[in-house]
T-cell receptor, first 111, second 119 residues
């Protein structure tokens, strides 16, 4: 199946530092991208989204960058806090209903 | 914000039995809901798209006779795992799309998930 991996890559950052989580998406026809945060034993939580006609979008402490040329998406978290520790997934939507998730990255924030 | 609930939050059953999981959109109507499965330390894998009043659309490799989906109303979709086996043990998550016409009408809202353990 899609996006199946044996383990999740991990990013470890110091509290207060900025975090950058990267994602490569697969479908050049995808026109809507979303970042989700998932804490252990819970469902994904919406963080921020971006449409393909944009290359950057900012939220509260988070910024999403989209590079359609290389099919790359990144999530930047400013002043990372212990509560940001979770697994982060990028997801892509191809103009229809289905949303396909990427492999995910585990963010670990050191106090 | 939009809330999606799932029931039960966890269930343990014996091999060969069937288990029903409910997904409800609490404060909005959802003509389309989605069912995902997530194994430990892996990503969410889309199983099927549930359409209100019509048959579900299953992803390649997902057995429709094993994972029965019913979307009887605009706020409720159910997933029944029939003749469950230990390999069906997983975290099942539903989501619903809010077609309310607001600024985030493409956003999917996810339920809290249901942990299924088949003995």
């Amino acid at each position: 199946g899609e996006n199946v991996g044996l383990h999740l890559p991990t990013l470890s950052v110091q509290e207060g530092d900025n975090s950058i989580i990267n994602c490569a998406y697969s479908n050049s026809a995808s026109d809507y991208f979303i970042w989700y945060k998932q804490e252990s034993g819970k469902g994904p939580q919406f963080i921020i989204d971006i449409r393909s006609n944009m290359d950057k979008r900012q939220g509260q402490r988070v910024t999403v960058l989209l590079n359609k040329t290389v099919k790359h998406l990144s999530l930047q978290i400013a002043a990372t806090q212990p509560g940001d520790s979770a697994v982060y997934f990028c997801a892509e939507n191809t103009g229809g209903f289905k949303t396909i998730f990427g492999a995910g990255t585990r963010l670990f924030v050191k106090a | 914000g939009a809330v999606v609930s799932q029931h039960p939050s966890w269930v343990i059953c014996k091999s060969g039995t069937s288990v029903k999981i409910e997904c409800r959109s609490l404060d909005f109507q959802a003509t389309t809901m989605f069912w995902y499965r997530q194994f430990p330390k892996q990503s969410l894998m889309l199983m099927a798209t549930s359409n209100e009043g019509s048959k579900a659309t299953y992803e390649q490799g997902v057995e429709k006779d094993k994972f029965l989906i019913n979307h009887a109303s605009l706020t409720l979709s159910t997933l029944t795992v029939t003749s469950a086996h230990p390999e069906d043990s997983s975290f099942y998550i539903c989501s619903a799309r809010d077609w309310g016409g607001g600024p985030r009408t493409d956003t999917q809202y996810f339920g809290p998930g249901t942990r299924l353990t088949v003995l």
